[in-house]
């Protein structure tokens, strides 16, 4: 299984950029893909996810409001977009996915760097 993250840049407060997460390597029909991410000298925090089969949405309520999450099956690509930025949004943003009764996520992509500035 492959998870590869792209879409990161660096954006003005206010401003939107769309995060793109495409997998490989199996089908993901019961699978739950999420969006993490972590900045400078803070622990890895949860984001939002999307069950891949039926479209269910969670979000971290940092994000709500902002952020959107999608998938895209003919593409096998998950998306996040974000609007509304703010300086505290810089991380580093990651996909992940796990099986949908599964507690942890199994699998990992690279991360991309979103850097907000004010």
């Known amino acids: 299984v492959q998870l590869q993250a792209s879409g990161g840049g660096l954006v003005q407060a206010g401003g939107s950029l769309r995060l793109s997460c495409a997998a490989s390597?199996?089908?993901?029909?019961?699978?739950?893909m999420g969006w993490f991410r972590q900045a400078p000298g803070k622990e890895r925090e949860f984001v939002a996810a999307?069950?891949?089969?039926?479209?269910?949405?969670t979000y971290a309520d940092s994000v709500k409001g902002r952020f959107t999450i999608s998938r895209d099956n003919a593409k096998n690509t998950v998306y996040l977009q974000m609007n509304s930025l703010k300086p505290e949004d810089t991380a580093v943003y990651y996909c992940a996915a796990r099986r949908a009764f599964a507690i942890q996520y199994d699998y990992w992509g690279q991360g991309t760097q979103v850097t907000v500035s004010s």
């Open positions: 999307i069950v891949w089969s039926g479209g269910s949405t």
């Open positions: 390597g199996r089908t993901f029909n019961s699978y739950v």
